[in-house]
């Protein structure tokens, strides 16, 4: 049974201005965001990569990446699949809303590599950088004990790790017990950097909160009960008179949905690295300088994936 990563590559990010985000290159030798998530993965102990593309996007993405990462993944001894994410992939009974161009949010995106997966796995946005640590914790726990179906865990991040000096990001904010473990997600959105601190809609923020990401290690059962949730989402769409076109499934709330029903306990992996991404094209300078300060820190080789047989 493979230890499966999802790479979510299908989104269309609107904020970027213009192009497909995930295909842009960030590394000095032209990688991409999700290069590094793969690479780090690997390390981590994981054996399948999944990526959710949009039919699309499939052509660039090969043309630009697929083959060499193809080759890596191969080199290692882990296995590529690709599935894809569909408007109207909907669960039976369910038409696509005339006028909806846009995918149904993340649990869409995850609920289309299901026949991909047999196991635990972790899900990854592909227009983020997370960090060696969060995926080794995250690994790691779901590698620990599979006796209870429900047992996911989530890579929290500080939130002043995860902010963007271009423009407002969506966090969701995390509720943590005495245990460690996830009570409930609050989904904020136009959370700003400021010199004082992260503010949201005038509400001053703790920088040290903790947030998720979206770098999530699930079940089959979970993925199943996320399935299930999917559903009664789109059945409460004209009930509660939402824009069939706009509206999205995303992960914290479906998360936030199945620790109340009691149906996954999830433990918080509090990591110390500082995220990277590229909600705005102004964040790309700084992200590409990162990149750069990494490899020559010596954190990756100088081309990626080749220190890696180094170790070996």
Known sequence: MALSLVVLAAGIGSRFGGGVKQLEPVGPHGELLMEYAVHDAIEAGFT?????????IERDFHEILGER??????????????VFQALDDLPSGFLLPEGRTKPWGTCQAVLAAAPALDGPFAVLNADDYYGKTALRLVASYLSADASDPR???LAGYRLGNTLSDNGTVTRGLCRVDDRGDLTGVEE????????AGPVSGGRALDPQALVSMNLWGLTPSA????????ARFL????????????????????????????????????????????????DLPDVRA???????AGTYGERLFDEMKEKE
């Open 235 to 282: 059945a409460s769409i004209p009930e509660k008179g939402l824009d069939p076109c706009r509206v999205e499934y995303v992960l914290p709330v479906a998360m936030d949905e199945l620790i109340r029903a009691g149906e996954a306990n999830v433990r918080v992996l509090e990591t110390p690295d500082v995220w990277y991404g590229m909600t705005y094209r102004e």
């Open 69 to 82: 990462l193809a080759r890596a993944c191969a080199a290692h001894g882990v296995e590529v699949r690709y």
């Open 151 to 153: 047992r996911c865990c």
């Open 290 to 296: 990162a990149f750069r300060e990494m490899h020559e």
């Open 223 to 230: 993925l199943s009960a996320i399935g299930a949730g999917f």
């Open 48 to 56: 399948r990569v999944v990526f959710v593309l949009r039919r699309d």
């Open 188 to 195: 904020t959105y136009k959370i700003e950097k400021t010199a």
